[in-house]
C-alpha cells in the first residue's frame, strides 16, 4: 500500500510559477511510476505528466517547456513545477502512482492516488 499527499496548490497570477510535491510513505516508492493528473470544475481527470521508476518523463502537450516533473527517492516526493501558469492551468492537481516503474497515460492504470491541491491561475 502506498499512500500520498500533495502540496503546494494555491492561488497565483498569470506567468506564475508554483511547485507542487507528492510525498509518498509505504512501500518502496522508487519502484513506482508516477503520474500527475488535473481535473478542473465539470471536466474529466486528465493526464498532465509521468515520471518512470528510471526519471523517463512524459508531458502533455499543453504543458510541454512550461512544467517539469521529478522525483527524490531519498525523500519519497515527486514534484511538479509549473512555470508560466495560465488560467486554463486551473483545476485540483492529483498525483497517482503505478507499480512496476513503467509511466502510462491513463489515469486508469494508476493503483494509488492523492486527495489533490487546489490550483488556481487568475487572469
Known amino acids: 500500500q502506498v499512500q500520498l499527499v500533495e502540496s503546494g496548490g494555491g492561488l497565483v497570477q498569470a506567468g506564475g510559477s508554483l511547485r507542487l510535491s507528492c510525498a509518498a510513505s509505504?512501500?518502496?516508492?522508487?519502484?513506482?511510476?508516477v503520474g500527475w493528473f488535473r481535473q478542473a470544475p465539470a471536466k474529466e481527470r486528465e493526464f498532465v505528466a509521468a515520471?518512470?521508476?528510471?526519471?523517463?518523463?512524459y508531458y502533455v502537450d499543453s504543458v510541454k517547456g512550461r512544467f517539469t516533473i521529478s522525483r527524490d527517492n531519498a525523500k519519497n516526493t515527486v514534484s511538479l513545477q509549473m512555470n508560466s501558469l495560465k488560467p486554463e492551468d486551473t483545476a485540483v492537481y492529483y498525483c497517482?502512482?503505478?507499480?512496476?516503474?513503467?509511466?502510462?497515460?491513463?489515469?486508469?492504470?494508476?493503483?494509488?492516488w492523492g486527495r489533490g491541491t487546489q490550483v488556481t491561475v487568475s487572469s
Open positions: 497517482a502512482a503505478r507499480p512496476g516503474g513503467v509511466y502510462s497515460l491513463t489515469l486508469w492504470d494508476y493503483n494509488y
Open positions: 509505504g512501500r518502496t516508492f522508487s519502484n513506482y511510476a
Open positions: 515520471i518512470s521508476r528510471s526519471a523517463s518523463t
